[in-house]
């Protein structure tokens, strides 16, 4: 079968090869693991919602960094490929479609931080794939209002382009402080970037 283009550098790559060696269930997680080491948003006994887990490196890491006090709640349109403990759990489904409710669970504890690496489904076309990467954004801030804590942070994944602007202004509106960054383990081609912002407002600006 033939390759894909940047499939061997792909597969060579040092960051695809520590996460196999360490049994994380994608690279991904070194993209989580910068910015958490760079600007400390998750701590023991924290909740955390992740938006588009699978197949689950980000919640492997988030659930170490909360340890058994806290929680971590991850949905995704598809199968997990890791073991959860009892302090995570995993919705099969869309973000789009699911009540905030199913999140937050009985006791409607609203979560410390929200980190979303949702990306679409890419058609190769740039301006449609950043307009829905934006959207999803747009979409998982809006669901912050209802789910994230004044004060809590805030991690999502976008792609540069049109409607990157409303996005930031978006975030601005409901972050007191924020930064654009470019993980080291992100692909150079890549376009992708992640807002990072934290100190919730109460609520958001007009
Ligand atoms: C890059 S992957 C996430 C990798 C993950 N952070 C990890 O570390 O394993 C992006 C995920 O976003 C999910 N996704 C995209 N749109 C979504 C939506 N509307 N609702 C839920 N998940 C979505 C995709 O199914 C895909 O699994």
Redesign the pocket.
């Known amino acids: 079968m033939p390759h894909k283009m940047g499939d061997r550098s792909y597969r060579h790559d040092v960051y695809y090869q520590n996460a196999k060696k360490n049994n994380?269930?994608?690279r991904?997680?070194y993209?989580?693991d910068e910015i958490d080491k760079r600007f400390h948003l998750i701590h023991k006994g924290d909740h955390v919602l992740?938006?588009?887990?699978?197949?689950?490196?980000?919640?492997?890491?988030s659930l170490s960094a909360v340890g058994p006090a806290g929680r971590v709640v991850g949905?995704?349109?598809?199968p997990?490929?890791i073991q959860l403990p009892g302090y995570g759990a995993f919705i099969q489904?869309?973000?789009?479609?699911?009540p905030v409710e199913q999140f937050l669970g009985p006791e409607g504890r609203l979560f410390d931080v929200v980190?979303?690496?949702?990306?679409?489904?890419t058609i190769g076309v740039k301006f449609t794939d950043a307009t829905r990467s934006a959207a999803?954004v747009l979409?998982a801030l809006e669901m912050t209002d209802r789910v994230l804590r004044p004060g809590g942070s805030f991690v999502a994944?976008i792609f540069q382009g049109v409607d990157f602007d409303e996005a930031l202004r978006a975030l601005k509106s409901r972050f007191v402080r924020f930064k654009v960054v470019k993980p080291e383990s992100s692909r150079v081609a890549s376009k992708e970037m992640y807002l990072v912002a934290w100190e919730r407002r109460q609520e958001p600006l007009p």
Not at 50 to 61: E, F, I, K, T, V
Not at 93 to 98: A, L, S
């Open positions: 994380f269930a994608s991904a997680v993209k989580l992740d938006l588009g887990a699978a197949p689950g490196s980000w919640m492997q890491y949905i995704d349109l598809l997990l490929k489904g869309d973000i789009r479609e699911t980190v979303s690496d949702m990306a679409p489904n999803l979409f994944k």
